[in-house]
């Protein structure tokens, strides 16, 4: 018996997923149905390039909704209701990084909902594992996966 996944999410990440869907759904899969259509009618199917790449979006599409269905199904949504300085999961923290003389936010979140660009890094990410667990003013040393190391004083937990 396959062991069943599950994900964990913010109520937000969540949110965002069950948007992502609903537009998948509603939009993307007509208008994919569409060009389609008018793939077929240009005729001849086997050198028909618009109908290949019309089918290859159809197979993304449903490819997604699938994955989005299945995270959805299996969804744990992380919740932080304690108030304390201690960094984990959902909370965001500031971050000084000793090196490079510069500050920066990030939220803890899932694996799934992880996106650096956007200041939210995964729980499991090396700078996520390194600052778990941990409280405001502490220095911390973070290994990263090409193995180099950096040191990083967590300034703020909220």
């Known amino acids: 018996m396959a062991v069943k996944k599950v994900y964990e999410l913010t109520q937000a990440g969540l949110d965002q997923l069950k948007d992502e869907l609903k537009e998948l759904v509603e939009v993307k899969r007509k208008e994919n149905l569409e060009a389609i259509k008018e793939a077929r009618a240009q005729g001849d199917l086997s050198e028909n390039a618009d109908y290949d790449a019309a089918r290859n979006e159809q197979a993304r599409i449903e490819a997604r909704i699938a994955e989005i269905e299945e995270i959805i199904k299996n969804v744990k949504i992380i919740k932080t209701n304690d108030d304390s300085s201690v960094v984990n999961i959902g909370k965001e923290v500031v971050l000084y990084f000793v090196d490079k003389d510069k500050e920066a936010t990030y939220q803890l979140v ?43 004083v967590i300034k703020k937990v909220v």
Do not use: M, Y
């Open 110 to 152: 899932g694996t799934i909902e992880a996106n650096p660009k956007n200041g939210k890094i995964s729980i499991d990410s090396p700078l996520g594992k390194a600052i778990r667990n941990k409280e405001e003013g502490d220095t911390v040393t973070v290994k990263s996966e090409t193995g180099k190391s950096f040191n990083v």
